[in-house]
DNA sequence: TGGAAGCGAGAGCACTGCTCTCGTTTCCAT
DNA sequence: ATGGAAACGAGAGCAGTGCTCTCGCTTCCA
């Protein structure tokens, strides 16, 4: 029993290596039954069981079961965030169609591929719960590929545009947003921009969890033709 | 003890009249709970506890929990459907941007005010859940008005349109609800006020379950300026 | 008027999240 | 090297859940 830190492999004492294999046990193990049972079933006896280990042992590790729900939100968002910003860096980044049309897709593909994660973090907050701040980084990231697309939209193309000046309290919080960034998108674009968004996870949305049964099924034209027309009043096609 | 049916205000028994009776008393309370607290926390012994009964009685009334569930569904989908009806006919018929900007303001305040039934019949499928046929009836109130809305809309004035056919899914699509829904939309506006449905929903469904946070707040502003863009995209301005 | 059906109460089952205690193992500082 | 402190896992237990079953009682209807 000599020399148990010595080996390269991990530094750290046996609790920390454990501590650590586990934590990702558990996260993985919660992450298959999320996603196959929705988050609504998550169990941490359930979780426990599978790992041969007492429940209340579970709680060492997560204080409550909202605080694992919590780390599979974050996770959830950061898979889809990569999943978009990966979409949008594969094409030609001065082609906006079809740069629009890539972030659409991502969205649309990764919330078809992992439905109950989907749910999680855009279907009803799963109680009262009050999502902390560290979910909001992660939800941020594929607002962030949106912002920085419309800040690459030639203002002067716009088909969709108000005649006269954007509403003040409009103007504060898109400027804010574009500060956010970092970027100096036109603000009839951003807010078209947003609102392309919310029509997006709108879309998303109503074809999981039902809106368009018996009458978008499939929704592919449909989500096609949404895009294009987006692309349209961006005035990119 | 003579004449229990003889009373005009209740032809029917005493078994009869006292279970139209409890049925609505679980109805009220449950509904109360669920605006109070939202659909998961709703208890089929705390119902019972605040009647004055037993759990296991509640079930001579209701299979089950996802059956009360489910009728607390119909309700939100029919009030939410009552509201955006009585919106889309208090303002003048043929003022087509007026009544689009009702309709969506409709939903937007019912939302607000109910945001627990929102989430129940919006956000994710409490479980499971597959929606029985009779939820499906009260959910096309929404989708009846907007359609409504579409056949009256001139084709000839739309901004945002596709230069080719239609693809022929989508149109086998379009024509089946302008079918369902007894009207002859032109099929270039259909598709449009179907991708603006998704975007009212979306919008909400943000504002209400915090993707708008600290963006977007209030969001009034975004809002009314999502629908005048959406009433110029008809060609209504 | 008597059998059938509907009803409410209560016990009970299997499950949940979570807490507390207790003996053991690991760690870290002296 | 050793002893105290901290971390750990198991197990019992609590309060709550949805739901089932049985048992008397009441209402109904033929």
Redesign the pocket.
């Known amino acids: 029993m000599v020399d148990?830190?010595s080996p390269g492999n991990a530094p750290?004492?046996?609790?920390?290596?454990?501590?650590a294999e586990?934590l990702a046990d558990v996260s993985r193990i919660a992450r298959s039954h999320l996603a196959e049972s929705g988050a609504a079933q998550?169990?941490?006896?359930?979780i426990?069981?599978e790992l041969?280990?007492?429940?209340?042992?579970?709680?060492?590790?997560?204080?409550?079961?909202?605080?694992?729900l919590t780390q599979l939100i974050i996770e959830a968002y950061d898979e889809l965030g990569e999943s978009v910003e990966l979409a949008a860096a594969a094409v030609d980044r001065d082609d906006l169609g079809q740069r629009f049309g890539s972030i659409c897709h991502a969205v649309r593909d990764w919330a078809r591929a992992n439905p109950h994660e989907f749910a999680l973090i855009y279907g009803s907050p799963v109680i009262g719960y009050a999502a902390p701040d560290d979910t909001i980084a992660s939800a941020l990231r594929v607002a962030r590929v949106l912002i920085d697309l419309a800040a690459d939209v030639p203002a002067d193309g716009l088909v969709l545009r108000t005649p006269g000046p954007l509403n003040n309290t409009l103007v504060e919080q898109l400027t804010a947003a574009n500060v956010l960034a970092g970027v100096d998108a036109d603000l009839d674009v951003l807010v078209l921009g947003v609102e392309l968004w919310a029509q997006l996870f709108g879309f998303v949305s109503f074809e999981l969890f039902g809106s368009f049964k018996n009458a978008f099924e499939p929704a592919d034209a449909l989500f096609d033709h949404q895009i294009d027309m987006a692309i349209r009043a961006f005035g990119l096609a």
Request: hydrophobic residues 45%; proline residues 3%.
């Open positions: 148990t830190d750290q004492g046996i609790r920390a290596r454990a501590r586990l998550l169990s941490v006896r359930a426990a069981r041969g280990l007492a429940s209340s042992a579970l709680y060492r590790y997560f204080p409550s079961r909202d605080a694992l």
